[in-house]
């Protein structure tokens, strides 16, 4: 099958929320660059730094990335500040009662409005966040295996139990947990949920890693791949690096198949 590549890249250096995060605009531009010589066929690509990466331009970006098939592939890169927060209701989807989230320029994306955006996404989704918090930003609902997407009934009934065990709480504040449409989601996330990232002005830790992999081991499949970039020392010295893979589908579109970076 041939593959169609949608890619979206987000760096936040500066922002009204936090303030700065050295580096992170240079750490999406390079990727950018990689993404965009390494994949064939790209039929949308586009990258926001600071000022550029607002709310509405990214969620825009996001959904379009999300649009196509099965022989679609969502590219979605992340570099700035990232976060934690303590839920203030029992939420099914949130295993470790937190909610993480990334900071945009103007405001901030939850995890679990990313889920909703790329549950919808029909191919491969692979995303790459190099930011504090991280592991699970796309958020893996605790209704969810790495291997097995448990039924549509069994959602159904976590919210039924969640409702009936929070007769106080608001109902828009209950979370919907979105049947995934994917064949296979990749993330590799710079450090744990509960754990910080490391980047300075020459770039993020994690990323730097990433290109400095990518120069020996061009062409390898993405399983090889992450064994090696797991292997460098500058990366070990500084975080603990994530990888999540949900296989939902039995697809030749498969990561099992293809270099992460075509």
């Known amino acids: 099958m041939t593959t169609t590549a949608k890619i979206l890249c987000v760096g936040v250096g500066n922002s009204t929320v936090v303030g700065s995060c050295a580096g992170a605009d240079l750490d999406a531009k390079r990727m950018f660059d990689l993404f965009k010589k390494t994949f064939s066929n790209i039929s949308y690509s586009n990258l926001l730094l600071n000022d550029a990466a607002t709310r509405s331009a990214v969620v825009s970006g996001f959904s379009e990335i999300c649009a196509g098939d099965e022989s679609t592939t969502t590219v979605f890169f992340f570099a700035g500040h990232g976060g934690s927060q303590r839920l203030k209701n029992y939420a099914p989807e949130e295993a470790d009662g937190r909610d993480e989230f990334v900071v945009l320029y103007d405001d901030y994306l939850v995890d679990d409005e990313i889920w909703n955006i790329i549950s919808s996404a029909r191919g491969r989704v692979f995303l790459v966040f190099d930011c504090c918090h991280s592991e699970t930003m796309f958020r893996l609902p ?85 064994d090696k970039l797991a292997q460098d020392t500058k990366l070990r010295s500084a975080e603990i690096s994530k990888q999540t893979l949900i296989k939902n589908k039995n697809s030749e579109n498969s990561f099992s198949k293809f270099s992460v970076f075509n």
Not at 186 to 200: F, I, N, Q
Not at 207 to 222: G, M, V
């Open 142 to 226: 605790a209704a969810y295996e790495f291997d097995k997407v448990k039924s549509f009934w069994t959602i159904i009934r976590d919210q039924i139990k969640a409702l009936f065990s929070l007769k106080k709480q608001n109902p828009e504040q209950l979370r919907a947990s979105t049947v995934p449409a994917f064949t296979e989601l990749l993330c590799w996330s710079g450090c744990a949920d509960d754990k910080t990232s490391k980047g300075s002005y020459s770039g993020g830790v994690f990323t730097n890693a990433i290109l400095r992999t990518y120069e020996t081991n061009k062409s390898l499949l993405y399983a090889a791949f992450w």
